[in-house]
């Protein structure tokens, strides 16, 4: 076990006996920052220094934007927490042969870029100002927390053809259950930290948190052909959230499965590859989606 987590987890676990309020502030405080940030992998390394890399300014920090691409039939990468736009590497030369740009951030508090922080808002925002640069975005690639972030920004004016979710967060209302199991926390802290993400601290001014965030409200909103991939072993987001997403969008929504690739290696498994460069190869040009969040 890492040290650093089990000195956390001894530490907030025995704290919530005497001043739950406490412990529950602290976790707080570590649900919101990152506790690492990703580095760019020798796998990527190659991938990565051949970006058109620059930034931009969001909530008075430098975002990091990469571009593979002249910037014509763009694909918006997405990518989740702990996370950075290196790691869809291996999706790169794929969409480059067929003649797309893509498009990655670090978000901020993640990669290269600047801050401590990003919530799925963050992400929304920044993919938002992309679309101001490049116009629609032929699809959207996704993967964990980008996920959820992707069906709120396709709902706020984000447009797209297709969506290719992988690994995905379907409700922000999991991620304090998640992050508790991951960090070994008992009950007392997950309720602590709960009120604290669900109440208003995390969202000011968004009444109802749960369903804000929850990618499967109001299904018909999302027009476009959705796939996605998730893993039976995940052990970051449970398979259940993949379940979530196609009882909501029904037939809209190609599920693949996969074993024993967990949360990271699924994006870079060349069979999970090439049935999201598959389904993207079927979408209509970019120019065909008028409507948010509709091909």
């Known amino acids: 076990m890492d040290p650093a987590v089990a000195l956390i987890r001894t530490t907030l676990n025995a704290t919530s006996l005497a001043a739950p309020g406490l412990a529950g502030r602290a976790a707080y405080e570590l649900y919101r920052h990152p506790l690492r940030r990703g580095r760019v992998r020798t796998r990527e390394r190659a991938v990565h220094d051949r970006a ?3 930034t931009l300014r969001h909530r008075g920090e430098q975002v990091v ?3 593979w691409g002249d910037g014509t039939r763009p694909v918006l990468l997405m990518h989740g927490w702990q996370s950075r736009a290196s790691r869809f590497a291996d999706f790169v030369p794929r969409l480059r042969g067929l003649g797309l740009t893509a498009v990655g951030y670090d978000a901020p508090g993640h990669g290269d870029s600047g801050g401590r922080t990003a919530t799925v808002l963050d992400h929304r925002a920044i993919a938002l100002r992309l679309q101001e640069e490049y116009g629609a975005f032929e699809a959207v690639i996704a993967h964990s927390l980008g996920v ?6 396709l709902r706020e004016g984000l447009r797209a053809g297709r969506l290719a979710a992988v690994a995905g967060v379907a409700e922000v209302s999991w991620m304090p259950a998640g992050f508790c199991a991951m960090l070994g926390l008992n009950a007392t802290v997950e309720r ?36 996605v991939a998730h893993d039976e072993d995940d052990d970051v987001v449970p398979f259940t959230q993949a379940g979530r997403l196609r009882a ?10 996969t074993r024993g690739l967990g949360h990271r290696r699924i994006l870079t498994e060349p069979t999970v590859i090439d049935n999201v460069i598959g389904f993207l190869s079927a979408g209509a040009p970019a120019a065909a989606a008028t409507e948010p969040g509709a091909a």
């Not at 000011?204 to 027009?223: K, L, M, N, Y």
């Open 192 to 227: 602590e930290l709960r009120r604290r993400v669900e109440g208003g601290a995390m969202f000011p001014g968004i009444a109802d948190v749960r369903a804000h965030f929850d990618a499967t409200r109001s299904p018909e909103e999302i027009g476009l052909p959705i796939l």
């Open 65 to 67: 934007v990469h571009r």
């Open 248 to 257: 909501a969008y029904g037939d809209r929504l190609e599920l693949l499965v």
């Open 148 to 153: 959820n972030a992707a069906f709120l920004a």
């Open 52 to 54: 058109d890399t620059r």
